[in-house]
């Protein structure tokens, strides 16, 4: 994974990097399994009931998929829709909006089967996709109005777009369309 | 081989036995795992506490997500990318990880023989902890862990011209601090 193309060969910065190789590594805190160990429990709980859950999550999960994704839509433009949409579209009814979107796309992804399959590349991309919905929270947690809230939330909603489309195909980063197809359903298809 | 390295195979058998929720399995791991672990955690933040809970937070989530690892890539690849987002994601709530400009320094001789060659590792430990957040990260990830600049800037969100100038800039300051006879304002602070 070393870059060798790098820009031009400095005998010092190649030193740097033994040197800093050479640094010892740090032994962690004794009592650090202990604390990790004591919060393991509870959480394999949750993966027990999930496990339970699994057939009817799956089947649920296409369904969940279908209601999900058809409110997204937006509806046929008629002659008078014009007016209307400009009218009502203020920040605070977006936001709303925007809101129960989230919780929709939420409850669908705890739904959906712990234990399904993701490979490799698909789950970096979760922890990824949850990490920058955690940083949306937290910048939604310090927005003062809700015109600063607004793109937040757009932008959640669109993080949680992106992990239901990774959530729902757990082959499908991999490129091999069959197993994605073969695991879940054609979801992209909704 | 570096002393910091990932690159541990962990048995298939282990790994099964995590899938099925066994804690001796998991401590296992974490026991393979502790030093790079921590080590990594602690050369990003600078801060033994946010260490700490990076190895934490991170070990728990791969534990929550053995079950869905498949193993087409290696274990360790898998488990090292989890703390590092763990660290980079802690770095970005403090807001550490934003861009503090690293002024060139030109005040030294370029002929200088690079002092980390025979720099004490506290030392070097020190220097390197000195540094802004993004910049120790992106010279710990570069020379330590072997990501090039375009993994770099896709982890932090960054450039990656700014990835590199990051890094040319980072060895300048490095050497500045490890000058044994310059004195050094202590004009850079760690975010805690």
């Given at each position: 994974?070393?870059?060798?193309?790098?820009?031009?060969?400095?005998?010092?910065?190649?030193?740097l990097g033994a040197a800093l190789r050479g640094l010892p590594a740090?032994?962690?805190?004794?009592?650090?399994?202990?604390?990790?160990?004591?919060?393991?429990?509870?959480?394999?709980?949750?993966?027990?009931?999930?496990?339970?859950?699994?057939?009817?999550?799956?089947?649920?999960?296409?369904?969940?998929?279908?209601?999900?994704?058809?409110?997204?839509?937006?509806?046929?433009?008629?002659?008078?829709?014009?007016?209307?949409?400009?009218?009502?579209?203020?920040?605070?009814?977006?936001?709303?909006?925007?809101?129960?979107?989230?919780?929709?796309?939420?409850?669908?992804?705890?739904?959906?089967?712990?234990?399904?399959?993701?490979?490799?590349?698909?789950?970096?991309?979760?922890?990824?996709?949850?990490?920058?919905?955690?940083?949306?929270?937290?910048?939604?947690?310090?927005?003062?109005?809700?015109?600063?809230?607004?793109?937040?939330?757009?932008?959640?909603?669109?993080?949680?777009?992106?992990?239901?489309?990774?959530?729902?195909?757990?082959?499908?980063?991999?490129?091999?369309?069959?197993?994605?197809?073969?695991?879940?359903?054609?979801?992209?298809?909704? | 081989?570096?002393?910091?390295?990932?690159?541990?195979?962990?048995?298939?058998?282990?790994?099964?036995?995590?899938?099925?929720?066994?804690?001796?399995?998991?401590?296992?791991?974490?026991?393979?795992?502790?030093?790079?672990?921590?080590?990594?955690?602690?050369?990003?933040?600078?801060?033994?506490?946010?260490?700490?809970?990076?190895?934490?937070?991170?070990?728990?989530?791969?534990?929550?997500?053995?079950?869905?690892?498949?193993?087409?890539?290696?274990?360790?690849?898998?488990?090292?990318?989890?703390?590092?987002?763990?660290?980079?994601?802690?770095?970005?709530?403090?807001?550490?990880?934003?861009?503090?400009?690293?002024?060139?320094?030109?005040?030294?001789?370029?002929?200088?023989?690079?002092?980390?060659?025979?720099?004490?590792?506290?030392?070097?430990?020190?220097?390197?902890a000195r540094l802004p957040a993004m910049t120790r990260s992106v010279?710990?990830?570069?020379?330590?862990?072997?990501?090039?600049?375009?993994?770099?800037?896709?982890?932090?969100?960054?450039?990656?011209?700014?990835?590199?100038?990051?890094?040319?800039?980072?060895?300048?300051?490095?050497?500045?601090?490890?000058?044994?006879?310059?004195?050094?304002?202590?004009?850079?602070?760690?975010?805690?």
């Amino acid at each position: 994974m070393l870059d060798r193309s790098r820009m031009k060969f400095d005998p010092d910065d190649a030193g740097l990097g033994a040197a800093l190789r050479g640094l010892p590594a740090v032994e962690a805190p004794a009592d650090l399994w202990s604390s990790i160990a004591r919060d393991l429990p509870g959480r394999q709980a949750v993966s027990r009931r999930r496990r339970i859950a699994m057939p009817l999550a799956a089947a649920a999960s296409l369904l969940a998929a279908v209601l999900l994704w058809l409110p997204s839509r937006p509806p046929a433009p008629t002659p008078g829709d014009t007016v209307d949409a400009s009218v009502a579209a203020t920040a605070d009814a977006e936001t709303e909006r925007l809101r129960a979107r989230s919780q929709r796309i939420e409850q669908w992804l705890a739904a959906l089967p712990a234990a399904s399959q993701q490979d490799g590349r698909n789950l970096m991309a979760t922890v990824e996709t949850e990490d920058l919905i955690a940083l949306v929270d937290m910048q939604l947690g310090a927005a003062r109005s809700a015109e600063e809230a607004l793109p937040l939330w757009r932008q959640r909603v669109a993080l949680l777009e992106d992990l239901a489309v990774i959530r729902s195909t757990p082959y499908g980063l991999s490129g091999d369309r069959s197993l994605a197809d073969a695991s879940t359903g054609d979801v992209t298809s909704l | 081989m570096s002393t910091h390295s990932f690159q541990i195979d962990v048995p298939e058998t282990v790994i099964a036995r995590a899938r099925r929720g066994e804690v001796a399995a998991f401590e296992q791991i974490y026991r393979a795992f502790e030093r790079p672990a921590y080590t990594l955690a602690l050369r990003l933040t600078a801060d033994v506490e946010q260490a700490r809970d990076v190895v934490h937070d991170a070990m728990l989530r791969v534990f929550d997500r053995v079950r869905q690892f498949r193993g087409d890539a290696p274990f360790w690849g898998w488990l090292r990318q989890i703390v590092l987002n763990e660290a980079l994601m802690r770095l970005r709530r403090g807001r550490a990880l934003t861009f503090e400009d690293v002024p060139d320094d030109e005040s030294l001789p370029s002929d200088a023989p690079a002092p980390w060659l025979h720099a004490d590792a506290h030392l070097l430990e020190g220097a390197l902890a000195r540094l802004p957040a993004m910049t120790r990260s992106v010279i710990w990830l570069y020379h330590v862990e072997g990501y090039t600049h375009v993994e770099i800037a896709e982890m932090t969100g960054m450039t990656t011209s700014f990835s590199k100038s990051q890094l040319a800039r980072g060895t300048s300051r490095l050497r500045k601090l490890l000058q044994p006879t310059a004195e050094v304002a202590p004009c850079l602070t760690v975010p805690a």
